[in-house]
């Protein structure tokens, strides 16, 4: 027999993931587009020179990077963990940096 709850659902926080396989981005409250996707829910992505993905299955050390995204500024600030040095990024306007880097 299956007992009946009064438990009411609720949303407790948004997280939205602007690269995906990098770190994601907690939010206040999120725009659910026409399509049903979070808007700026991986809307980037990594490749590597094969044009595959680059995600933790295939390449290991995307666990050590550390991120955070700017939805204002379009910035990404990238660490490799346990390094003390951050660099920061215009993800529209310094994307060949960001490639090299």
């Known amino acids: 027999m299956i007992k009946k709850t009064s438990i009411t659902p609720y949303v407790a926080r948004f997280f939205v993931y602007p690269i995906k396989s990098l770190d994601p981005e907690e939010c206040d409250r999120v725009e659910i587009l026409e399509s049903g996707a979070i ?31 700017n939805f204002k500024t379009n910035s990404l600030t990238l660490q490799i963990e346990g390094k003390k040095h951050a660099i920061t990024f215009n993800s529209i306007e310094q994307q060949d940096l960001l490639c090299d880097w």
């Open 39 to 69: 808007k700026g829910d991986r809307t980037w992505a990594m490749f590597d020179l094969n044009n595959n993905f680059v995600n933790g299955k295939r390449h290991a050390k995307t666990h050590n990077l550390r991120s955070t995204f």
